[in-house]
Every structure is written in C-alpha cells, then in structure tokens.
C-alpha cells in the first residue's frame, strides 16, 4: 500500500484523485502523507473521514448529502464546520422570515381582498407573494444545508464471564512468517490478555502487529509456542467485508488482513440484513431469539435505515458496507473483542460512536486488542495496556495512551522539516544579492514584455534581410554586408532570449521564498 501510494505521488500528475488514502497506513506514514498533500502544487480530489488528513491537507470541501454537493471554497476543516454550522442556521432564519412575511401579505389579502377601497392594495401584496414563489423564498432550504444528521448509535451485548482471569494467553511464540517460509516477523512474545483488559497494539507498517490478531483468533494459525484459551473465551473479531467487484462477485468476510487462511466467501447478492442475522444467529454464542426487527434496529441506529438493510451488500457503499460489519459485531455477546484498523471505510460520526461505545463497554468482564493508527479514535476508547510492536518483539505497558505515543507518529506533532521555520544568518553581501534579485523579479514581467516586443521587431528586420539577400543574387559586397546585418540580429535575438530566461528564473526562485 504505501509502495503504491509513494509512487503515484512521486509522479505528480496534474490531478490527483484519492480515495480514502490513509486507510491502511501507520500514523509515520499519515504524517507523511498529509504533510505532502498540503505542500503539493497540482490539484487534488480527497475523499476521506480522516479528520487530521482533512485538517492538514486540504483547502476547500465539498459535502455530498441529500443529492445534492455543497462547496466550502477556501476553507480548512475547522472552518468547514463553522462555516456549515452558520449556514445552516443562516438558511432556516431567512426561510421562517420569508413564511412570517407571507402570512403577513396573506393575512391583508383575506381581510381586505373584497373591500373596494383596498382591493388595488390587496392585490399588490398578492403579487409580493407571487414572486416570493417564483424567486423560491417560500421553498424549504435544502437538505444539505439544513439537515443535522442524527447521530450512530452502538450498543454492544454485555459480555459473558469467563472462566480464571486469563481469557488468552502466547507463551514463548514466534508468530508471523513471509510467504517463502523464511524467519518469523515475532520471536519468543509472551502476551496474556486478562478479564477487564484494554490493549492497544501500535507500531509502523510491517512490524507485525496483526500477526497478533491472527494467533489469537486461529488456533490452525502456523506459530511456534503455547497458545491458552480460557474455557470460558467468546471470541468475536471486528470483520471486514471485502469486495473485490460488482454483484456477481463473491466477497470476503475475515477480521482482518493478516487471516487471509480463513477468509470464508459470502455472496454480495444477499441482503445486507440478511448477513447480519445469519451471523448473530448461528455459530458460537449465535442467539436464534434474534429477529429482524432487532437486526433492523441496530442497523438504524448506525445510519442504515429506509431500504438500505433490504439492499444487496454489493449495492452498498464502502461505509454503508462497514456499517454492515458493525451490526454484525454488534448482535453477539463476546467477552473479548478483536479489531484490525476498525475505523477505516467509516465517517467520523460512526467512528465517534463506537470509541463511545468500546469506552464503556466490558466492565471487569470483557477485553478488547486493537491494532489502530487513529488517535482520535484511539484517546476515545481508554486504554489500559499499551503494547509496542517493534523489532521483532513486543513491549505491554500497563498505562493508558500519552503524548510521548503520539510523538514519533502524529499528524500534528510528528517532526517535520517542512513544516518546522528555520532562522538562517546570512551575510551583508548575500541579503544585497536578494534584494537586487527581489527588485529584478519585482520589475521582471515589465521587461519580460519589453524584450518579447524587441524580439518580433529583430525577428521580422532578419526576415527582410533575407528577403533583400535573395533579391540581390550575385552581388557579393551587398551580400556580405547584409549577412553582417543579420548575423548582429541573430546576436541580439540570443541576447535577448537568454535575458528572458534568467528572468523567468530569478520570478520562480523569489516565488519560493
């Protein structure tokens, strides 16, 4: 992913069309990335719910919602959402005025219409309300502009107690090998997950942490070491539904990257409602009590009502597909959960709903592994272990996340020598030198306009003399003086060109200081 992505930057196109881009990547890798959207001189099309790639990289938004798009020109995201905020209760003020005033018109034109000494003045009100209409004053704002939409809701099952305080434990395990059969990415981990806990699992691209998810969900996993499940473990892991075309395809279900051995197909013709009462319902822990109307309901309350649940999965779209998943995840009990980058493919309400959710979610009872890269997610869950996945090895710390976690990897934070001003000494005869090229580049398109006149004037005195060369045949002395001529054009033509370019240069190196 980040190879794919380095190398469709690095050949900066003229327009740049991403689609959710961070999914996928670790925070270096984010900072990396917002830090060049902001800086790239082409033009870009971003879609994404990555709020700090959002507040960093882009410079205008535009909202889809309610069929139509609204444009925020020249806003950050932080203005965006005043800006919208503003709107909003901008176009409902003017629209109660408009009714206000209308009832007004009206309320004369009922009372007086008939009265002969006030019918010329009933009818001019009649034609105010007229064009009222016709101007679309009495139209309800659009949707886009006046809707607030409800905020997703997740309630997750309490979960079931579990036998000891160890719900999952590796011993002495060497987890993770390349497709060749080489050398484990992990050696020797010891890792017990207990009743209450909260880890999550942070390191960059490649250090393995999802090897971690795949030994604790797969017992047929290939690993070197012990593996202990508690005998009272209800495993759920967060499941992503991949989709690798249209309706006739078959997609994959799997918690996440690294489980690709147990992917198992499902139709993307079923009926997303359909998905998920299957799986509340059968399997481990299903619950066949579950109805539709239960499914219906936790699939509304994440932003998938009207017919969406009745809809084919591969008519969804991404987010309306990982919603999907979340209602899924959301109608078995389970006492410990596992989630691969669960926030990707989700907006940022939904994403604000299920760190609510995970927050208050377990009690003494269940535990969570997270492997995730979003700190805003992250900070909303509450954290009681963090684990470091580095070097082949992994160091669990009992603490919640801190700012030093945040350092090495933030948009915000991450160091940058971009973004970081530096103060540069620069002697007396190097600042007279800038400021004579300054003054050059200041009074630069003036004479650049100049010497292009100079250059057509030279150019066309050089097409006479080579009419008059031609003209004079034989006639050696006039033709030697005519060439002299125009050998001294030809001279003040390359003069002049190669003015023009050092000026065009000096322009660009002052536009980037």
Not at 26 to 45: F, H, K
């Amino acid at each position: 992913m980040r190879i794919a992505l380095a190398r469709l930057l690095l050949s900066q196109p003229d327009l740049l069309l991403l689609d959710e881009p961070s999914n996928h990547l670790d925070s270096s890798a984010r900072d990396w990335l917002a830090t060049y959207l902001s800086n790239y001189q082409g033009s870009m099309i971003l879609v994404s719910h990555d709020v700090a790639l959002l507040s960093k990289g882009v410079n205008s938004i535009a909202e889809i919602g309610g069929r139509t798009i609204a444009q925020y020109v020249s806003c950050t995201y932080d203005e965006y959402l005043a800006e919208k905020e503003f709107r909003r209760k901008s176009a409902a003020a003017e629209y109660e005025r408009n009714v206000k005033e209308a009832a007004r018109l009206q309320a004369f034109v009922d009372k007086y219409g008939a009265s002969a000494t006030k019918a010329s003045s009933a009818q001019s009100r009649v034609k105010a309300i007229e064009k009222m209409r016709r101007e679309g004053k009495l139209d309800p704002p659009p949707t886009a502009v006046t809707a607030t939409r409800r905020k997703p809701s997740l309630t997750l099952p309490d979960p079931p107690k579990g036998v000891g305080e160890t719900l999952l434990a590796l011993e002495g395990a060497d987890v993770g090998y390349d497709a060749e059969g080489g050398a484990p990415v992990l050696r020797g981990i010891d890792l017990a997950v207990d009743r209450g806990t909260k880890l999550i699992l942070r390191g960059p691209n490649g250090a393995g942490a999802l090897f971690f998810l795949a030994a604790f969900d797969d017992d047929k996993w290939e690993f070197v070491g012990l593996r202990s499940v508690s005998l009272g473990l209800s495993l759920c892991p967060y499941r992503k539904i991949h989709f690798a075309g249209g309706p006739s395809r078959q997609a994959s279900f799997a918690f996440g990257e690294a489980s690709r051995k147990r992917q198992a197909p499902l139709d993307v013709s079923a009926r997303a409602m359909d998905l998920v009462t299957d799986y509340a319902r059968g399997g481990s822990g299903g619950d066949i009590t579950i109805s539709n109307e239960d499914a219906r309901g936790v699939m509304g309350r994440l932003g998938l009502g009207d017919d969406k649940p009745l809809r084919k999965v591969g008519e969804l779209s991404g987010g309306e597909k990982a919603r999907v998943a979340l209602s899924m995840f959301a109608l078995k009990a389970s006492n410990l959960l596992l989630l691969d980058e669960p926030s990707n493919h989700l907006d940022v309400e939904c994403i604000e709903a299920l760190g609510d959710s995970l927050s208050s979610w377990g009690g003494k009872d269940g535990s969570i592994v997270v492997v995730s890269h979003d700190r805003s997610f992250c900070e909303s869950v509450g954290f009681t272990h963090v684990g470091t996945v580095e070097d082949g090895g992994l160091i669990v710390e009992e603490r919640g996340l801190e700012e030093r976690d945040w350092v090495k990897y933030d948009i915000a934070t991450a160091p940058s020598d971009a973004s970081e001003p530096r103060v540069v000494e620069i002697s007396a005869e190097e600042k007279a030198e800038l400021d004579r090229k300054r003054k050059l580049a200041f009074n630069a398109p003036k004479r650049i306009k100049k010497i292009e006149q100079s250059i057509e004037e030279a150019e066309a005195r050089i097409a006479e003399l080579d009419d008059k060369m031609m003209a004079v045949g034989s006639d050696v002395e006039k033709l030697m003086e005519m060439t002299e001529l125009k050998t001294k054009e030809e001279e003040s033509v390359a003069a002049m060109m190669e003015e023009w370019e050092s000026l065009e240069e000096v322009i660009i190196e002052m536009n980037g200081t």
